[in-house]
């Protein structure tokens, strides 16, 4: 079965007056007013939704691959199971956001709002998540590889069994952060140490990071 283009989706759902999807090699659907729309499963490749209003919306399972959700509000937005490879989260607000099991491999999110979102068993692999606020966000299980925690916020956050391996927390505010069975090595605490090997649940080096010539 052939999936109708993104815009020829959105175009059927909604209303003349709220459409603001134009057919484009990817769709233009910039600031438009999506809340609660259903697209589960829907194939949005490259899509364009920066600034787009989609609180509410269930996107499960849908393909987002080089998606740009710059701004966007993702607030409770049903995202679980989708492919967001490579796509722009920047400066999103994803507060309650359904996250799980999501692909977010080399997504950009920074300063993205995560708080309280469940990005449990979620695939952050070189990830850009720099000063994205992490506060009380479920990332039990995620795979947070070579990603980039730069100044992040991590207020209450989940990370038990998650793999932090060479990620780089340098100048995170770690606050009351769950790392039971956490996997770190090889990855640069907030505080500029190297996490040496057995860093499982704590970062076990107590060198710092060589400073740059």
Known sequence: MIRPPA???LAVMLSPAAWACKPA?????????????????????????????????????????????????????????????????????????????????????????LDNADLSLADLERAVLEEADLTRTDLVNADLEDANLRRAILRGT??????????????????????RGTWMKGAIWNDGRLCTLGSIGECKSPSRRPKEP
């Open 25 to 113: 090699p990817a769709a233009q659907c910039s600031n438009a007013q999506l809340a609660r729309v259903k697209l589960g499963g829907a194939n949005l490749e490259g899509i364009q939704l920066d600034g787009a209003n989609l609180e509410w919306a269930d996107l499960g399972g849908a393909n987002l691959k080089g998606a740009n959700l710059k701004g966007a509000n993702l607030k409770h937005t049903r995202l679980k199971g989708a492919d967001l490879g490579g796509a722009r989260l920047d400066e999103a607000d994803a507060t309650h956001a359904n996250l799980t099991e999501a692909s977010l491999v080399k997504a950009n999110l920074r300063r993205t709002v």
């Open 158 to 179: 989940f990370l038990d069994y998650a793999n932090l391996k060479n990620a780089d927390l340098t100048g995170a505010e770690i606050d009351k952060v769950k790392l």
């Open 7 to 9: 815009y020829a989706l």
